[in-house]
């Protein structure tokens, strides 16, 4: 049986808090992965989730588990600051950027949609918009409105936390506790602090440009209810495994838990495996929108990065440990991907690998032939003639790959280690035993679970960093002192001086990246 499903996959449950088992609860895994709220550019932060749940959907795939991948778009219900009365932040992004709502959705869902691309994510199987399913976000709160869930105000329709047995329980929340202090925003009439809004309706003479009618007024959905009616929707009422941030955690996830067992009412947990990334940090602190301008995958090609030395970066820690980016670990990062591309390049092409039981039957296709070849010749040398010593080493060499391959399936079994799976196909990489074909086979394997396009990346697209080209020495100096001045803008907390530099260093064609060492910049 080993031989057929090689290591148990265990995954870290943030339900319990323990590393489990898993054990798919239908014949087709259902994956839900919370999507972006598309107001601005993702930054590096935001793509981690992604990169996260790619290799998630990698090592299913790897262990012959059917899936089905869903992740949201929500362009709408998602207020500023995660709160239930604010704006939303598609409406504030529209009125700052003069655009409509429908331009903001449409270009950074697109952009969202590229930085994928370049990361090597694979396609999920559905990205449902929030806008596109408020009707039936309408008729979930009316069910829960009918089984005495809920309470309106004039701000809304609200769920009642205390009728939830288990509130909570996925952050680990004292439930007294969190029903006092767990949220700062004031909303008048609301009997606890930790009820949330399900419909969000307009303020008396306040017309919300994204806006529906409902039982309870012309409004908006509450952030969480999107979640659970595109998952039910897509994916059945429960299914197995829902993705996210760390953040939501604690409350996006909660919520959205608290209202679908209210939904249901059968019982049953809703979904049972609940998987989160750590952060990205910058400085030590989690890189957030808010904080003023943040680094995105574009700044990085722009001053020469490949987008997968960012994927190799984030694989190189384990996703539950918070990653500090720094220029040093990207440049580490870096030079391990042009390392690898170079070693990688002259063994392709490689062998197309998709699951362990794919790798092992290339491995062991040839290993019955080598181990039919070593016979003949033993037999040989029974016979008195020398035995092939060629031969004899095919057959170390395929067990060797086999190894590294079986070695493969232990790290992502064992909650996606995937730094250890990196060690690994390093040590195969420079083991003097393996054979080509093998070697070829393993360095597959590796990267039907990493993504790091080791098959195709061409070396010399790994890297192009731009020169300064053939700038006069004084606008060298202007840009400098601009690039100084803007970081003394920013070190006094200077945000609109900051960016009035940066909008003049924009219109000279200078790209500026922050980083932890200080800002580094190129020409467009
Ligand atoms: P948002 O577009 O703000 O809804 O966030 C999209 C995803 O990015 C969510 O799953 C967040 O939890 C996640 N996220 C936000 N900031 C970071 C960060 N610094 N590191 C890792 N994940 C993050
Ligand atoms: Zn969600």
């Known amino acids: 049986m080993a031989w057929v499903t090689g290591h148990q996959l265990r995954l870290y449950n943030s339900l319990g808090r323990r590393t489990e088992d898993f054990t798919p609860a239908a014949d087709v895994v259902g994956l839900y992965s919370c999507g972006p709220t598309v107001y601005s550019f993702p930054h590096l932060g935001n793509m981690r989730p992604y990169v996260f749940a790619d290799t998630l959907r990698r090592a299913l795939r790897w262990k012959g588990i059917p899936f089905r991948q869903v992740v949201n778009i929500t362009d709408v219900g998602h207020a500023v600051a995660d709160s239930d009365t604010g704006e939303d932040k598609l409406e504030v992004a529209a009125a700052r950027e003069r655009r409509s709502v429908e331009e903001i959705a449409a270009l950074y869902t697109n952009a969202f949609f590229t930085d994928l691309a370049a990361l090597n994510v694979l396609p999920a199987d559905e990205y449902p918009r929030a806008s596109e399913y408020v009707e039936q976000m309408i008729a979930f709160a009316e069910r829960l409105e009918e089984l005495g869930f809920t309470y309106q105000l004039p701000s809304g329709l609200y769920f009642d936390t205390s009728k939830s047995p288990g509130y909570g329980t996925l952050a680990l929340l004292d439930l007294a506790g969190q029903r006092e202090t767990g949220r700062v925003e004031h909303v008048e009439g609301r009997k606890h602090n930790s009820d949330f809004a399900l419909w969000r309706a307009e303020e008396p003479g306040v017309r919300r440009v994204m806006r529906w009618n409902s039982p309870w007024g012309w409004g908006a959905p509450g952030w969480h209810l999107e979640c659970s009616v595109m998952s039910m929707a897509l ?5 197995d495994i829902h993705t996210g941030g760390v953040d939501h955690r604690e409350l996006h996830h909660v919520n959205e838990i608290a209202q679908s067992e209210a939904f249901l009412s059968d019982g049953r947990p809703w979904v049972p495996y609940w998987l989160h990334n750590e952060f990205l940090l910058l400085n030590n602190a989690k890189i957030a929108k808010s904080a003023g301008p943040v680094p995105r995958l574009a700044d990085l090609v722009e001053a020469g990065y490949h987008p997968m030395a960012y994927r190799l970066f984030l694989l190189g820690g384990h996703y539950r440990s918070q990653l500090d980016f720094t220029t040093g670990a990207m440049d580490g990062a870096q030079a391990t991907l042009r390392r690898l591309i170079a070693r990688v390049a002259p063994l392709r092409p490689l062998p197309h690998v998709e699951t362990l039981a794919g790798a092992r039957a290339q491995l062991s296709a040839s290993a019955v032939t080598a181990v039919g070849a070593a016979a003949a010749a033993s037999a040989a040398a029974e016979a008195g003639a020398a035995a092939d010593a060629t031969v004899t080493r095919d057959v170390v060499d395929d067990k060797t790959a086999l190894a590294y ?8 079994a064992n909650d996606l280690a995937t730094p250890k799976l990196l060690a690994t196909l390093q040590e195969a990489l420079r083991d003097p035993d393996i054979s080509p074909e093998g070697l070829r086979v393993v360095v597959a394997a590796a990267d039907a679970l990493l993504g790091l396009r080791l098959a195709d990346l061409d070396p010399a697209e790994v890297d192009q960093r731009r020169p300064a080209t053939d700038l006069a020495p004084e606008q060298v100096q202007a840009i400098e002192r601009l690039v100084a001045e803007r970081t003394q803008a920013r070190k006094e907390k200077n945000w609109s001086r900051a960016d009035e530099i940066r909008a ?21």
């Open 504 to 524: 003049e260093l924009d219109a000279l064609g200078v790209q500026v990246t922050d980083t932890p060492t200080g800002p580094t910049w190129q020409l467009r």
């Open 235 to 239: 994916l059945g009422e429960h299914f």
């Open 405 to 412: 391959v079986e070695a493969i399936d232990a790290a992502i």
